[in-house]
């Protein structure tokens, strides 16, 4: 029977099938942070339960850190108490720790990517909804509640109902000056917030062959923004060539081994999907959001539409927009170039590239905040703080930052952000912000312009 990228790995880590009912999952990987684990290691502790498997657990201090100064005792008290537990947790239970300064150190769905964590084939899982990030190396990634934090840290398995499958294709070539986070927010865009409800998604087409790791991890983010339970892009060389030599990356001939594993993990050619998606890569152009949920993007210069529902009027009110109103334009504030979406080297290479000579506007704030100390290190080595430092650019320590509002990285109320990360609800980056989603391209330019731009000017 031919069989989806998605059965192939749930199937290899079935423990147990209920009859009629939810599988027993092994899972391979749990990445755990400051924010949503004290709860399920008190739990342990409550239940006499000992951690099942500390060595598949890997954990990293990022939510609610400081973005400023983190070589200096942590300010924020819940922040510092967050994080002193973590440090003990994983003390006590023999957990690896890439704590605030260390030299792995970073957002989790940035860390763990770079370091060769994040393989085919796994399952793995985080008390983080993005964590549908990883799926871009052709991995079973989902997001879990502190509740079954605790199961996987008691059994290294969770009780789940399996999931439908979606695929999404894309053919064709991209428009130039159209970047991975386009291409996620136009089909959002078109299919909704609620489509991939029940489903797991497989991207495929030759726009997502085409990608690269990083691009395709972009993508692979934002799948939970559709209602998805998780993304997929089957794995393939660009995939291999990027985990090639990584810390965690097999080596000789495991390496060989896990390869051949690797190979036969792609979708059957004949294998059916309960839904399907197909797009043309030449109808996708640069977006930006205009409401408060990730499926109200149009492309830039396009008016925003008209409806009489009554939560999109609601939106439209806290955005201070209006239906027929186009963002081409559009005065801005604060840009926001980071979060576990687009926090990565190729990001600020875009960003560099587009406001190297320039300067920001006076009136704007702009923060570059990199997703990993590695991505840190690679800006300064490369040469781009500089270019950033000389166009006015404020670059910070790697964290969530201004993604989640969590620490001091907070947009003020009715300031508006173009910002690249995942989510544009009401105060997601501080009490009454507005953000404006859109690529590190578009925050770039609308930065030194100090309003919504077109790139095309930009695109030498």
């Known amino acids: 029977m031919a069989k989806t ?35 399920a290691f008190q739990e342990l502790e409550d239940r006499n339960i000992e951690l099942f498997r500390p060595e598949q657990v890997v954990a990293t201090a990022d939510h ?15 922040s510092r108490k967050q994080l002193q537990q973590l440090t003990e947790n994983c003390a006590k239970h023999g957990i690896t720790l890439y704590g605030l300064g260390h030299e792995y150190n970073g957002i989790v769905h940035v860390m763990a990517p770079e370091l ?24 079973i990634a989902f997001g879990i509640g502190t509740s079954q934090v605790a199961q996987v840290f008691a059994s290294q398995s969770l009780l789940l109902t399996r999931p439908k ?45 085409q990608m690269s790791m ?26 291999f060539d990027y985990l090639k030599g990584r810390p965690y990356a097999p080596k000789g001939e495991e390496w060989s081994k896990k390869l051949a594993y690797w190979q036969s993990l792609p979708s059957d050619s004949d294998a059916e999907f309960d839904k399907e998606f197909i797009f043309d890569a030449r109808d996708i152009q640069p977006m930006v959001t205009y409401g408060t949920n990730p499926g109200m993007g ?16 609601k939106s439209l009110n806290y955005m201070g927009l209006s239906p027929g109103q186009t963002l081409m334009d559009h005065p801005i504030d604060y840009v926001f170039i980071g979060s576990c979406t687009n926090s990565r080297i190729e990001d600020f290479r875009v960003a560099a590239n ?13 923060w570059l905040v990199p997703g990993s100390k590695q991505v840190e290190s690679q800006i300064e080595e490369e040469g781009l703080k500089t270019i950033f430092e000389q166009a006015g650019f404020k670059l910070r320590q790697p964290g969530c930052s201004a993604c989640l509002a969590m620490n001091e990285d907070k947009v003020p109320e009715g300031a508006y952000c173009v910002s690249t990360s995942n ?38």
């Not at 925050?443 to 030194?448: E, K, N, T, V, W």
Request: aromatic letters at 6%; a negative charge.
């Open 5 to 39: 990228l998605f059965d192939k790995v749930w199937d290899a880590h079935v423990v147990e099938q209920m009859a009629q009912g939810p599988s027993v999952l092994y899972i391979d990987k749990h990445l755990i942070h400051e924010v949503t684990s004290p709860q």
């Open 64 to 78: 609610n850190t400081p973005t400023i100064n983190q070589d200096q005792p942590v300010k924020d008290p819940l």
């Open 116 to 139: 060769g964590i994040t393989q085919p084939g796994m399952t793995m899982v985080c008390g983080d909804s993005h964590t549908s990030t990883h799926g871009a190396f052709g991995s």
């Open 165 to 209: 499958t979606m695929r999404i294709t894309v053919n064709g070539s991209l428009n130039k000056g159209v970047l991975p986070k386009d291409v996620i927010l136009y089909i959002i865009a078109q299919i909704g917030t609620n489509a991939g409800t029940g489903y797991f998604c497989e991207y495929a087409g030759e726009v997502f062959e």
């Open 214 to 239: 990083e691009g395709r991890m972009t993508v692979c983010n934002m799948s939970i923004e559709m209602g998805a339970r998780g993304g997929m892009i089957a794995p393939d060389q660009t995939t």
């Open 298 to 313: 149009i492309k830039i210069g396009d008016v925003i539409p008209q409806s009489d529902d009554a939560s999109f009027a």
């Open 354 to 366: 587009a406001v190297k000579g320039k300067k920001k506007a006076d009136h704007v704030v702009a």
């Open 423 to 460: 989510r544009n609800f009401e105060g997601r980056q501080g009490q009454g912000a507005r953000t404006l989603l859109a690529s590190p391209l578009v925050a770039a330019i609308s930065a030194i312009e100090g309003k919504i731009t077109a790139v095309e000017s930009y695109l030498n």
